[in-house]
């Protein structure tokens, strides 16, 4: 792959810290939580449509713009296709920002039940639910006339409630093994949203920290991306499904960096492959936060100063947030964040923090254009 990522294309913002995950392929390990999560939902696939589902799980992550955004009918103008969102390789590649990359190309090839399982790469916010390559697993399923047609329903209802009774089901397949244990059940609710590939569309949300988190998109399939892959006379649902944030609720994984840990004590807890395994916390190790303001310029960005950050502490830092903002009367803008450094394996000392912070200020006003207050 190293030939494929020229670093030194101007268009290329991918840093060596994501470059190092590529090939790492967590969802194809049988004892690591995404690996088991995977396993789990082939399991209900082949269950329910009886093996009709092809798996690929081995698809190259760098794709072409086209295949990423084109394919699936991303508008031109949209913010995913921006620099601040997504890792470029060069003008006309990109790190997939999502499994729906590959919908359009197996379509066309003929296939009409598939799941797609890969790692995928997002610039963005660093918190415990963010980080910038996760994984996500697409399925999508194509009917024919037939099989709506008795039904007395339109195509587009008949698919709408074939999939929320499908992925409904696979929550219940995931998490009814939860419910027995001395857990309360997951709170689930539908949400109606917009993707550019499906009308209508919906995102499931499971209730978590104390928030309410996006686990999966999907809705039924546009039908210029049918039409364009041959599909004439045909409706299909799709659906693109987070499995880390799946994995966090499932196995009670508190934080998304520890699905990197090679440390045993976590690797461990995995061991026997399947589901039901809760982690267990080696030790609560404190964490240690700092604060930064500064005078930002116009091509500021938080998704800029997240990789700044993540550059220097790696995942030594578990969170980045603006915690005051304002603008004073000559319009200058102000915004001061706050940084919460925590290792999930050791306890970290002064000094070290120290000096990364200072290699954090240091960096972020070299490179981000902005004025340390
Ligand atoms: N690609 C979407 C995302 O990354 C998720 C998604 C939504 C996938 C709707 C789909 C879909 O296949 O139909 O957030």
């Not at 698919?159 to 089901?169: I, N, P, R, S």
């Not at 994995?247 to 492959?273: C, H, K, N, Y």
């Not at 980045?320 to 306890?347: P, W």
Request: charged residues 25%.
């Amino acid at each position: 792959m190293e030939n494929v990522v020229r670093e030194s294309d101007p268009t290329n913002n991918v840093p060596d810290a994501i470059f190092s995950k590529l090939g790492l392929q967590l969802h194809r390990r049988d004892n690591h939580p995404i690996g088991i999560l995977k396993n789990a939902i082939y399991d209900y696939f082949d269950e329910s449509h009886g093996g009709k589902f092809v798996k690929f799980d081995d698809l190259c992550p760098i794709v072409d713009v086209k295949k990423n955004f084109d394919d699936v009918l991303v508008p031109d103008d949209h913010v995913s296709r921006s620099y601040n969102d997504t890792y470029y390789v060069d003008a006309s590649t990109v790190l997939r920002c999502h499994t729906s990359a590959h919908q359009a190309d197996l379509l066309r090839s003929g296939h009409t039940h598939f799941l797609v399982t890969g790692d995928v790469y997002r610039r963005d916010s660093i918190d415990s639910t963010h980080y910038p390559v996760f994984h996500q697993m697409e399925g999508v399923r194509v009917f024919s006339p037939d099989e709506w047609l008795a039904s007395g329903v339109d195509a587009t209802s008949y698919a709408a409630m074939d999939l929320k009774k499908t992925l409904e089901g696979l929550a219940q397949h995931l998490f009814g093994i939860f419910h027995k244990s001395d857990h309360c059940a997951v709170d689930m609710r539908w949400v109606d949203t917009y993707f550019p590939f499906t009308s209508p569309s919906f995102e499931l949300e499971i209730y978590f920290q104390e928030k309410w988190m996006e686990v999966l998109g999907c809705g039924v399939t546009e039908q210029a991306i049918l039409k364009r892959s041959g599909k004439i006379d045909n409706v299909a649902w799709a659906f693109g499904l987070g499995l880390e944030r799946l994995a966090m609720v499932l196995f009670e994984i508190p934080d998304i960096r520890l699905f990197w840990s090679t440390d045993q004590r976590f690797t461990s807890q995995f061991s026997e492959g399947k589901l039901g395994a809760k982690f267990k916390p080696f030790s609560k190790f404190p964490p240690c936060y700092k604060d930064m303001s500064f005078w930002i310029s116009d091509s500021f960005t938080e998704n800029n100063l997240c990789e700044v950050v993540r550059g220097i502490a790696g995942d030594l830092v578990e969170e980045v947030s603006l915690i005051d903002n304002f603008t004073n009367k000559k319009g200058q803008t102000s915004h001061c964040y706050r940084i919460a450094y925590r290792s999930m394996e050791r306890s970290l000392t002064d000094e070290e923090i120290n000096q990364l912070q200072w290699n954090v200020r240091e960096t972020v006003q070299n490179k981000l254009n902005v004025i340390l207050r």
